[in-house]
């Protein structure tokens, strides 16, 4: 299993550092961890870095960039964010989604949606807070979208993956980031965010307490 990350340059690589953590704690596959990005902090150590930087104010096609570099490394990859942790053993991934692409506030949700919509095809919001397995196809699929849409839910849509609806595991409300710890509850995985992290970082301590292998 190779498992990418689409690295931005940061000031604080905390996520990224737990987020390892919980990889090494819950996936008992053997594995290879891919970074892409133009930067990688100093403490970390075991795994192939692919040095390919974002394009200022291209989201969207930044991380597609990123997602073919990594499949043009192996024919499949799991795709994981630096701000999402695994909270169960995990040997499978399945393709999550909520909700429609309509109510989804993202930056290029609605042009994917209109060019599904011309397509005839299904307008799901796969763009949740999971990792997502990526295979060739994605080659295929991003070859009939503009470069401003989101990924995750361009591909599926695509490719017709029927899903499974579920909650996004963000913690991103108030009263969850109060009680991370009860938001959790019943997750494979939880994200966290800008405003968040402070708050779930003892839990993420807990959690997660003893340095990876990925580490100095």
């Known amino acids: 299993m190779i498992i990418v990350y689409p690295l931005a340059v940061q000031k604080d690589y905390t996520e990224l550092m737990f987020s390892l953590r919980s990889i090494e704690k819950f996936i008992p596959v053997p ?4 970074i892409i990005g133009e930067y990688i902090p100093d403490w970390l150590i075991n795994i192939t870095w692919i040095d390919l930087g974002d394009i200022p104010g291209k989201k969207q096609l930044s991380i597609r960039r990123k997602i073919l570099a990594g499949l043009e490394y192996a024919k499949e990859i799991l795709f994981m964010n630096d701000d999402v942790f695994l909270l169960q053993p995990a040997t ?3 393709y999550y989604w909520n909700g429609s692409l309509k109510t989804y506030s993202e930056s290029g949700a609605r042009p994917l949606q209109k060019q599904l919509e011309a397509m005839g095809k299904t307008f799901k919001n796969f763009d949740g807070h999971y990792p997502l397995i990526y295979d060739q196809r994605f080659k295929e699929a991003s070859e009939h979208f503009t470069q ?4 995750k839910s361009m591909c599926c849509n695509y490719l017709g993956v029927e899903g499974i609806e579920f909650p996004d595991c963000k913690l991103i409300k108030k009263n969850d980031i109060k009680n991370p710890a ?6 494979p995985c939880f994200s966290t965010g800008e405003y968040s992290l402070k708050s779930a970082l003892p839990l993420l301590k807990q959690l997660f307490p003893n340095k990876s292998k990925f580490e100095v």
Do not use: Q, S, W
């Open 31 to 34: 594995y290879e961890v891919l």
């Open 92 to 94: 499978e991934f399945p």
């Open 182 to 187: 009860e938001f959790i509850n019943g997750k």
């Open 148 to 151: 401003d849409v989101i990924l």
